[in-house]
Every structure is written in C-alpha cells, then in structure tokens.
C-alpha cells in the first residue's frame, strides 16, 4: 500500500492521543478502511477512509484533526487538488518489521528462508543477481544518498529504491535522511551468507 506521509508532528500528536483524524486531498486514496500504514511511532491501523466536503467538516473534527481552527484546517487544504477524504487513525502497535531487523539468532533453517528468498528475487530481476551485491554495496557506504549508491552500479534511482524495499520487507536494511544501512539481521544475514559461499566454493576447489 502506498504510504499516506505525515509529518513528525502529526505523527507524536498521534501517539499522545491529541489526533485521530486526518484530512487529504487524493486523485485516490493512498490508504484504506481497515488497513495499517507503517510509521516512524510504528504501526497505524486505519479505521476508516470517507470521502467528504470542507462544508461537512465540524469544528471537533478540525481540533481532532490537531487544528485550533476549522479556518487553520481549510487554508491548509487550499490549492490542493483531487477529493477530499477524512481518514480515521489510531496507533496500532509495534511495527513488527522493527522487531524482525533485530533478529540476528537465525538458525540454518531460517537462514535458508532468508537465502532462498533472496534467490527468488535475483532470479526475478531481468538484470540478473543483485540481492547480495546490493548488501555489500549498503554494508561499505551507510547513509549514503540512494541516487549517489545507484549511479555506482549504472543504475537509475528509481529501480535502485525499488530493490532496496524488497530487501527492506525482509528486515535486512534500514532507511534514513540520506540513505540507507543494514539492520542487525542483514549483517548477520550477509555475513553468514558470504562464509557459506566462500566455504562452498572451497570446498569445490579441494
């Protein structure tokens, strides 16, 4: 699901218990009833997603919104495009990607997961295996910016991103304001991977 931004702000309003409303403006909606968007305070479960009028919007929903004003509310939407939609939130939880990236006690069995997984992305790409030479490129530049990392392997930026999700969903690298870094589990997982590797292909050179 694509994500529904919020600011820092809105996000610690969120978490004290001070917003459960926010209001957008969308071509389409970014999120859904029912659904949970991934945050920086961890997990928000949506609670609904309506499509509404700046006529229809009260006074409570603009102070439930984090807005001392219906007016501070409405000039804020301004100069928006698309429908408007009010959205219902509350935290819901921990993100349970955050635990997953501190998890470095993979056993051989859970380590295959992680290998075969990885697998199934290189064999995916038309462009072949990137999966642990992305790790390694992470692993020697952390917090570098995402566009400075793809032009050193020839890539564009947008393919670039896109990849370093898919190994984000495994728990193996964490994203900041530049860059990127791995998790505690995506350098055990690389580590482990590249000994393996290395003893396998010792082995075959005996």
């Not at 000039?75 to 939609?85: E, I, M, N, S, W």
């Not at 990885?118 to 566009?147: C, F, H």
Request: hydrophobic share 40%; aromatic share 4%; net charge positive.
């Amino acid at each position: 699901m694509s994500a529904m931004l919020l600011t820092n702000a809105t996000l610690d309003a969120i978490a004290r218990g001070d917003v459960d409303l926010v209001f957008r403006r969308w071509k389409r909606p970014t999120v859904r009833t029912r659904g949970t968007l991934r945050t920086r305070i961890g997990l928000l479960d949506i609670i609904s997603v309506d499509r509404v009028t700046v006529a229809s919007i009260s006074v409570d929903e603009a102070h439930r919104a984090g807005y001392a004003t219906k007016r501070s509310l409405t000039d804020d939407l301004r100069g928006r495009t698309g429908d408007l939609y009010r959205i219902e939130v509350q935290p819901g939880g921990t993100d349970p990607l955050v635990a997953l990236r501190q998890q470095t006690d993979l056993d051989a069995n859970e380590l295959d997961v992680v290998r075969m997984r990885l697998q199934r992305l290189d064999m995916a790409s038309p462009n072949g295996p990137w999966t642990m030479s992305y790790l390694s490129l992470i692993a020697e530049n952390a917090k570098v910016r995402a566009e400075d990392l793809a032009a050193s392997i020839g890539s564009d930026k947008p393919p670039f991103k896109a990849n370093v999700r898919k190994l984000k969903a495994l728990g193996l690298t964490i994203s900041h304001s530049p860059g990127y870094e791995l998790s505690p589990r995506g350098r055990s997982v690389l580590v482990r991977l590249l000994d393996a590797d290395h003893s396998a292909a010792g082995g075959a050179n005996d």
